[in-house]
T-cell receptor, first 114, second 112 residues
Framework: SAVISQKPSRDICQRGTSLTIQCQVD?????MFWYRQQPGQSLTLIAT?????????ESGFVIDKFPISRPNLTFSTLTVSNMSPEDSSIYLC???????????FGSGTRLTVV | GQQLNQSPQSMFIQEGEDVSMNCTSS?????WLWYKQDPGEGPVLLIA?????ELTSNGRLTAQFGITRKDSFLNISASIPSDVGIYFC????????????FGKGTHLIIQP
C-alpha cells in the first residue's frame, strides 16, 4: 500500500491565522481525501481532492475555509483558514485506488488553535 | 447524510477474552471496512468486505458483511494487550461518492 508523509505532524496556531497541511504520497494514487477528527470523535470527510480541478466538498465544509490543492497524483495540500479554537482537530490525508481496496491514512496533523 | 451506529462505545475486558463489536446503518453500503487507530496515528485497515454475507478473517479478527448490506460486525478472539485501541467501522456507499462514512468508534481497553 502507499506510504503517506503528512506535514506538519502537529502545530499550535493563533486564532485568525491559517495553516497549510501537506500530504505527499510515494506513488501515484487515484483517490485522495481529507478528513477531520475532532477530539475524541470519529472521522468526518471534508473533501475529495481532485487532480487538476477544484475539490469536491462535503456538506458543512466550504472552499473559503478549507482550500485544497492537488497539482499532481502524489501531492495535495489542505489549508485551514482564519482559524478559531473550534478548528482544533486532527486533520488526516487518505489515499487509495478505490474503496474496494480500502484507503490508507496518513498519521495526521494535530492542530491546536489558541 | 449517512450515519453509522457503532456499538459498544467502549469495552473493558480481560486479556484472553473474545471481543465483538458491530455497526448498523439505515442505508445500504456497498463496502464495509474495519480500521484500528492507535494514539497519535492514523487509522490502519484491518479487514475489507465487498459482498453481502461475506465472512472474512485476518488472524484473530473475523468480520462479516450483513445480508441486508446495512450492518457489519467485527470479532476479535483471544485478545492480547496490543489489541488496545479504537476500532472504527467505515462504509462506502458508491454512486459517485468515493469517500468513507465512519462509525463513532469502539474504544477497547484490556486489563491484564
Amino acid at each position: 500500500s502507499a506510504v503517506i508523509s503528512q506535514k506538519p505532524s502537529r502545530d499550535i496556531c493563533q486564532r485568525g491565522t491559517s495553516l497549510t497541511i501537506q500530504c505527499q504520497v510515494d506513488s501515484q494514487v487515484t483517490m485522495m481525501f481529507w478528513y477531520r477528527q475532532q477530539p475524541g470523535q470519529s472521522l468526518t470527510l471534508i473533501a475529495t481532492a481532485n487532480q487538476g480541478s477544484e475539490a469536491t466538498y462535503e456538506s458543512g465544509f466550504v472552499i473559503d475555509k478549507f482550500p485544497i490543492s492537488r497539482p499532481n497524483l502524489t501531492f495535495s495540500t489542505l489549508t485551514v483558514s482564519n482559524m478559531s479554537p473550534e478548528d482544533s482537530s486532527i486533520y488526516l490525508c487518505s489515499v487509495g485506488a478505490s474503496a474496494n481496496y480500502g484507503y490508507t491514512f496518513g498519521s495526521g496533523t494535530r492542530l491546536t488553535v489558541v | 447524510g449517512q450515519q453509522l451506529n457503532q456499538s459498544p462505545q467502549s469495552m473493558f475486558i480481560q486479556e484472553g477474552e473474545d471481543v465483538s463489536m458491530n455497526c448498523t446503518s439505515s442505508s445500504i453500503f456497498n463496502t464495509w471496512l474495519w480500521y484500528k487507530q492507535d494514539p497519535g496515528e492514523g487509522p490502519v485497515l484491518l479487514i475489507a468486505l465487498y459482498k453481502a454475507g461475506e465472512l472474512t478473517s485476518n488472524g484473530r479478527l473475523t468480520a462479516q458483511f450483513g445480508i441486508t448490506r446495512k450492518d457489519s460486525f467485527l470479532n476479535i478472539s483471544a485478545s492480547i494487550p496490543s489489541d488496545v485501541g479504537i476500532y472504527f467501522c467505515a462504509g462506502w456507499a458508491g454512486g459517485g461518492a468515493d469517500g468513507l462514512t465512519f462509525g463513532k468508534g469502539t474504544h477497547l481497553i484490556i486489563q491484564p
